[in-house]
């Protein structure tokens, strides 16, 4: 039976650390290292594009090794699937006392690289006596006893979480995790449904699309109910569709809450700006078509003296323009985008319930899309733009 491993933290920094390779596997092991601080020195004929981005943040020699390469190391990764080479700077470790991680042959090797998991200032390394799958199993666990661990410093604090476009796969993965740490969820109308399934039964839900108040009140009642349930010493998670500061009020959350003493946290989300678009095969930028996209409230009527948007710039520019919250007014907008001196027979799309088993796309042109898109029900993302007709 062999000896068991003796596990050790490695301080890197400002430590030279000779990485032998420049292909898949270094380019998976060179960022954790560079993030350490280690002084990293690659050798290899080639470098990965991934790791060509990295420099000059490592020191490159565009040759094979030598084993005077080594002088000098505290660590060398020998990241080839080459036996031969593995052997050689195996060796040439082994007589400078170097710890050498192999990636051609584990059990060669003097050093292996755990599987690992951080939680703010606790990194956990997992060793799986040579078994990659089994260490990264252990770690997978771990990992999420200590998401709920870390969820108990989130009492009195509100989480404002972007849900994504609706499909509850696109929440990100810090959302998700905040989410299942939750105490109360203060959800939209647009936050995925199906992510509340799924939470534990103790969750206080409060689903603030069926407020009885007018939009003012409603929200003022969400300021207060965040506060409240904080001051509680609840972790509160506010849930919104998309991202939280795309026309989702956030800011006015995050205000109120810094107002009254409340920790704030921001999870960015998923936009449907861009995400609805792209799921029904539009990209909002294309090379060669558009350099820029403005994303806009239609909210307001363009003729209202409401309205904030600068209507005769946009009309000039030429970019995609995609409109959120505009079927109602879709018709007094292109109308105000074309006289402006858009093209009516600009390429334009609309999306209703992008992500969800219940899209539907119609397709037009800025002079047609208003009634191609009469029989849609909200939410619906409108695009405008060249950028609707490159994908074909
Ligand atoms: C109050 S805004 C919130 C936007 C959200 N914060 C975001 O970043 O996506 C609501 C508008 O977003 C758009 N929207 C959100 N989800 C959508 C979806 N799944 N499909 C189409 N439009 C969507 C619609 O224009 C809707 O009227």
Redesign the pocket.
Known sequence: MSSPDYPLGLRLAGRRVVVVGGGAIATRRVPALLDAGADVVLVSPALSPALQGLLPRFTYHERVFTPSDLDGAWLVHCAVDDPTAGAAVSAAAEERRIFCVRADDRHAATAWTPAVTRHGQVTVAVLGGGSPRLSMGVRDRIAGLLSEISADRLAGTVALVGGG??DPELITVKGRRLLNAADVVVADR?APGVLLDELRPEVEVLDVAKLPYGAAAAQSFINETLVDRARAGKFVVRL????PF???RGGEEAIACSEAGVPVLVVP?V???IS?PALAGIPVTHRGVTHEFTVLSGHVAPSSPESLVDWPALARARGTIVV??GLRHLAEIADVLIRGGRNPETPAAA??????SQQVVVRGTLASIASAAADLR????TVIGEVVTVLG
């Open positions: 476009p609706g647009l919104k569709g998309g991202d795309v026309f989702g989300g936009t449907s700006a609805v959120l919250m999306v209703q319930e992008g992500s969800t909200t939410p619906v993302v």
